[in-house]
């Protein structure tokens, strides 16, 4: 019981709230419009959960990521969004690794479960949206010969996602706004999927989900980073 109370005191009361009300909102429209994918469910449970962790610097969330990318990269197989498969098995997980092992290799002042914020130069900038372009332009061409469905927002939302995990590994914190607009991409994208088939709808919803947790670490991040350069 000790073990769970510290746990809860963990996160904030906004944190327990955002957490809670994206929990409920997932599993109500699961309950709606699905009720059969349970791997879907679990994945968006799990996804929150990992974003959670990410709004306070904690590397328990890029764990979480790692796993929820193979959930999620198995859900896109099948409805034939290789893009979202690709993206998430190809770069998103393997990102998440390295995230995971330079979240580790720079705790804040000794402390494991926060990361400590970092700035990258305006190079650094340029050279990410250049790798982004090339990632991009590679990734079109790729998926067009799997016949990727809605190829468009398919191939916008590998660049979201490449300057979105980019950011993770050089510990910005905008790697969460980057994550946020990936968000609205996906909505997009499973919401055209649920023209076709409605339990899909639990899916765009998901990432709605996903949206106000990522606006919320971005937040958080903001304030960690100005907190931890005051020190």
């Not at 769970?4 to 809670?20: D, H, T, V």
């Not at 092992?101 to 494991?112: A, E, I, N, Q």
């Amino acid at each position: 019981m000790k073990t769970i109370n510290k746990s809860l005191a963990y996160f904030s009361k906004a944190e327990k709230l955002i957490w809670g009300f994206s929990a409920v909102l997932i599993t109500a429209s699961f309950c709606i419009f699905d009720k059969s994918n349970y791997l879907t469910l679990f994945a968006s449970l799990l996804g929150i959960t990992s974003i959670i962790f990410n709004a306070k610097g904690n590397p328990a969330g890029q764990v979480l990521m790692i796993i929820f990318s193979l959930l999620y990269g198995y859900i896109s197989f099948g409805f034939s969004y290789y893009g979202e498969m690709i993206t998430y098995l190809g770069m998103t997980m393997p990102m998440a690794v390295f995230a995971l092992v330079s979240w580790l290799k720079h705790p804040y002042k000794g402390k494991k479960s926060e990361v400590e914020t970092n700035r990258i130069s305006k190079a650094e900038t340029v050279f990410m949206l250049l790798l982004a372009v090339i990632i991009t332009v590679i990734f079109f061409f790729l998926l067009r010969v799997f016949h990727t469905a809605n190829i468009y927002p398919s191939t916008l939302s590998v660049t979201t996602s490449f300057i979105a995990v980019y950011l993770t590994f050089r510990r910005n914190p905008y790697f969460s706004a980057a994550y946020a607009a990936n968000d609205v991409v996906l909505i997009a994208l499973w919401t055209l999927a649920s023209v076709e088939n409605s339990k899909y709808i639990s899916v765009s919803i998901c990432f709605f989900a996903f949206l106000i947790n990522d606006i919320y670490g971005f937040i958080s991040w903001k304030k960690m980073e100005k907190r931890q350069n005051s020190n």
